[in-house]
């Protein structure tokens, strides 16, 4: 059984951006639960946006609210990221 990485457990963070996404994409393949899952997802999508990939983060941010949509953090995640692009005015 797969657990949420230390840096997963406390806080949501980019603490663990030494991890490269194949590293969070293969963890979370390996998690049982749906909200593991979704953490994992959060924990991708600030990769990606640390390393300039908006559209990606946002995606991940999506995946991350479909996975597990009581979290708060992914969603608060992908507004930011929306209204930094400037979606949210079409």
Known sequence: MSTVSPELSGSL???????????????????????????????LALIEDQRGDEAAAARSELAAINEDPELRDPLERLISLIERRGFHKN
């Open 13 to 43: 963070e980019p603490t663990s951006l030494m991890m490269s996404p194949e590293q969070v994409r293969a963890e979370r393949e390996a998690a049982n639960e749906a909200t593991a899952r979704a953490l994992l997802l959060h924990e």
